[in-house]
């Protein structure tokens, strides 16, 4: 039978999918998140801070970092569906259900998916935090697009600077990753949805 660990075409492709849809409703509420996450943010909750955005700023800055968020996510998405899949299929070729090696083979695939790509994460925190300091240092009303983000990111900090946040975001995204497939897996599991011979491999 076909194996799904050597399928990355299409573990990719759902990834993509996945990715489109979830990003496109999300993206507005990470915007909130962040600005409230500000040091010394001047919104006391979610609700106003919403509403200051949509007031000053318009509808569209919601979206501002949308198109970073897709550059980050979708090569996120991918690489962890697809080294999940690889090292799933590499710890445990028989495919059976094994909670210790999805939870490995998970927080393998977080870490590596959220290394890769640190840098974008770093430029849509800029696009939707519109820090200040960062404003003034370039003169802009505001900081849009990708490119302007992370030249505007080099031009302070250097090479490094797509660097920071790193360790925090890997040992963030492990957990959340290992946690999501585990119970992933799990449910597979429990509605039977495994493949025979997985399952008779199992029982054995």
């Known amino acids: 039978p076909r194996n799904p660990g050597q399928n990355s075409a299409a573990n990719i492709s759902a990834g993509v999918v996945a990715t489109l849809i979830h990003d496109g409703f999300m993206?507005?509420?990470?915007?909130?998140?962040?600005?409230?996450?500000?040091?010394?943010?001047?919104?006391?909750?979610?609700?106003?801070?919403?509403?200051?955005?949509?007031?000053?700023?318009?509808?569209?800055?919601?979206?501002?970092?949308?198109?970073?968020?897709?550059?980050?996510?979708?090569?996120?998405q991918c690489t962890q569906f697809a080294v999940y899949e690889k090292l799933r299929h590499l710890l445990n070729p028989s495919g059976q259900y094994n909670p210790l090696v999805h939870c490995a083979a998970g927080a393998g695939a977080g870490a590596c998916a959220s290394a890769l790509t640190?840098?974008?994460?770093?430029?849509?925190?800029?696009?939707?935090?519109?820090?200040?300091?960062?404003?003034?240092?370039?003169?802009?009303?505001?900081?849009?697009?990708?490119?302007?983000?992370?030249?505007?990111?080099?031009?302070?900090?250097?090479?490094?600077?797509?660097?920071?946040?790193?360790?925090?975001?890997?040992?963030?995204?492990?957990?959340?990753?290992?946690?999501?497939?585990?119970?992933?897996e799990m449910l597979k599991f429990v509605f039977d949805l495994y493949p025979e011979d997985a399952l008779q491999s199992a029982a054995g």
């Open 27 to 76: 993206n507005p509420v990470d915007v909130v998140k962040q600005r409230l996450q500000i040091y010394a943010s001047p919104h006391r909750n979610a609700f106003r801070c919403a509403k200051s955005i949509l007031r000053h700023e318009g509808f569209s800055a919601f979206y501002r970092s949308y198109t970073t968020q897709l550059s980050m996510s979708l090569p996120f």
């Open 118 to 184: 640190n840098p974008l994460d770093v430029a849509k925190t800029l696009l939707n935090t519109q820090e200040a300091s960062v404003r003034d240092f370039t003169g802009r009303q505001h900081m849009t697009g990708m490119w302007l983000a992370m030249r505007t990111i080099y031009a302070q900090n250097g090479i490094s600077g797509f660097g920071r946040g790193l360790k925090a975001r890997v040992l963030y995204q492990m957990p959340a990753t290992a946690i999501s497939w585990s119970i992933y």
